[in-house]
C-alpha cells in the first residue's frame, strides 16, 4: 500500500493545504434485492475512454468535470487511459485496464450468477478533480441520472 510519506513534497503539501469537503450524511441507498438479482455498473475515475472518444482535457482548471459513457460490450482492453495525474505509476493500469474498470471479472461474476446483470452502460470520469464544484452541480447529477434510466441497483465505484 502506498503511503502519504511516499510522494513527491509537492502532493504531499497540497493534500496538506487541500480544502477536503465533508458532505453529511454520505449519499447512499441499500441494496433492496439480492446480489445475485442486481444490475450492477462500474464507474471508474481512472479516466478512461474508448478509442473514438475525445480524451479528458488536462487544461481545464481545477481539472476536468466531465465523463465519458463506456459501452458495456466494451473489450477494456481497447480502452486508451488519459488520466492527468503523475502522483501514481500508471504502468498496472496500462498493463490492464481491468484495475481501473473491472468489467471482465464483474462479466465473470455474472456469468457465475453472482450477480444478477450488467448494466448496458459503464462511466468514467477523471481523477485529480481539485475544484469540484461544476463535478457535483453537474456531471454528478447526470451521470446518476443516466445510471437511473438504466435500472442500475449498485455501482461499484473504482477510484483511480
Not at 481539472?63 to 498496472?92: C, K, M, N
Not at 464544484?133 to 434510466?149: C, H, M, T
Request: aromatic residues 6%; glycine residues 6%; contains cysteine.
Amino acid at each position: 500500500m502506498a503511503l502519504i510519506a511516499d510522494l513527491p513534497f509537492k502532493y504531499r503539501a497540497m493534500m496538506a493545504l487541500y480544502p477536503w469537503r465533508r458532505v453529511q450524511p454520505v449519499p447512499c441507498s441499500p441494496l433492496n434485492k439480492p446480489l445475485a438479482e442486481a444490475r450492477i455498473a462500474v464507474v471508474t475515475t481512472g479516466g478512461l475512454v474508448t478509442a473514438d472518444q475525445v480524451p479528458f482535457d488536462n487544461s481545464v482548471k481545477g481539472g476536468d468535470y466531465s465523463y465519458r459513457v463506456i459501452p458495456g460490450d466494451v473489450q477494456v482492453a481497447t480502452l486508451r487511459e488519459t488520466h492527468r495525474s503523475d502522483a501514481f505509476d500508471h504502468s498496472g493500469v496500462a498493463a490492464d485496464r481491468n484495475l481501473a474498470l473491472p468489467l471482465d471479472p464483474v462479466r465473470a461474476l455474472v456469468a457465475r450468477g453472482e450477480i444478477g446483470s450488467l448494466a448496458p452502460r459503464h462511466l468514467s470520469f477523471m481523477g485529480s478533480v481539485t475544484a469540484p464544484g461544476r463535478l457535483i452541480k453537474q456531471s454528478a447529477p447526470e451521470a446518476a441520472a443516466l445510471l437511473v434510466a438504466d435500472e442500475v441497483d449498485l455501482v461499484l465505484l473504482v477510484p483511480v
